[in-house]
């Protein structure tokens, strides 16, 4: 079977969120191969972090998984780790999207390759730079980073811990 390359973008706001982070990336682990993690991200003001800001992580890796597979194992993970269903955006134990799928183009009622508002968002875009800076965006052919350059409210997306990784993850 063909190895397909994902990025996946995690998120969490309720609880322990790290260790929720930590326990999606193990989880994660059964169906693709994690092979790059980004630092985790807040996005609040510098020296200032609510409770409940969410904290964001990326990962990168290969699955033998089909797109809309692998989404069901992501949403299966996210019921097993307590997710429920509710106001969309609202508070959640952890929140999985495909972010990019190869160069992969889906649009579907089920599924959105690259993820549709992944260039408007600076709390995803700054993990992926982390690890993928030379990402190219398959439908607007910029790479990562300079969709970065032009999301909004970046400088409210900061390193949440140095202390804190998905390092011990799995």
Not at 57 to 64: C, M, R
Not at 113 to 138: C, G, T, Y
């Amino acid at each position: 079977m063909k190895a397909h390359t994902v990025y996946v973008g995690l998120g969490s706001n309720l609880g322990d969120r790290v260790a929720y982070l930590r326990e999606a990336v193990t989880r994660l682990r059964a169906v693709m191969n994690v092979q790059k993690a980004s630092q985790l991200y807040v996005a609040a003001p510098l020296g200032y972090v609510r409770d409940d800001a969410f904290i964001n992580a990326v990962v990168s890796g290969t699955t033998t998984l089909k797109p809309l597979d692998l989404l069901q194992m992501l949403q299966d993970i996210e019921v097993v780790m307590g997710r429920r269903p509710g106001v969309q955006f609202g508070p959640r134990p952890i929140d999985l999207d495909i972010l990019f799928y190869d160069a992969v183009q889906i649009s579907s009622r089920k599924l959105t390759i690259p993820h549709p508002l992944l260039h408007q968002r600076a709390f995803v875009l700054k993990p992926l730079v982390e690890i993928a800076p030379n990402l190219m965006h398959p439908v607007m052919y910029y790479t990562t980073a300079q969709l970065l350059q032009d999301a909004e409210e970046a400088d409210q997306v900061q390193v949440f811990s140095p202390q804190a990784s998905l390092a011990g993850a799995g």
